[in-house]
């Protein structure tokens, strides 16, 4: 079992940036590949960047590519999203999620076996 804990989000303005993160526990939680989902009001939930258990593996979004960076630190148990030139649809929960793929990683939701509480995005324009 992995617990995952969101944290970072906020209200920014467009243009600002943010770093999330999620803090992992649980058994061999730094072997899991890590991915991070969004989810705006009426929307279904969108894959935005994932990283391998190494962390020399990663995929993102064409939405946030060069905006956003995903990374980890297995020593803390730490994923991170940094999140440049935030635009207003940007706006939604952001959710961390795990799961055990050896060295591969998933950008489907359906492919993630834990998920965090996630964590609110605001861009104001």
């Known amino acids: 079992q992995v617990q995952l804990v969101e944290s970072g989000g906020g209200l920014v303005q467009a243009g600002d940036s943010l770093r999330l993160s999620c803090a992992a526990s649980?058994?061999?939680?730094?072997?899991?590949?890590m991915g991070w989902f969004r989810q705006a009001p009426g929307k279904e939930r969108q894959f935005v960047a994932a990283i391998n258990r190494s962390g020399r593996s990663t995929s993102y979004a064409d939405s946030v590519k060069g905006r956003c960076t995903i990374s980890r630190d297995n020593a803390k148990n730490q994923v991170y999203l940094q999140m440049n030139s935030l635009e207003p649809e940007d706006t939604a929960v952001y959710y961390c999620?795990?799961?055990?793929?050896?060295?591969?990683?998933?950008?489907?939701?359906?492919?993630?076996?834990?998920w965090g509480q996630g964590t609110q995005v605001t861009v104001s324009s």
């Open positions: 999620a795990a799961v055990d793929l050896g060295y591969g990683l998933a950008t489907r939701s359906s492919e993630y076996h834990y």
């Open positions: 649980g058994r061999t939680s730094s072997t899991y590949a």
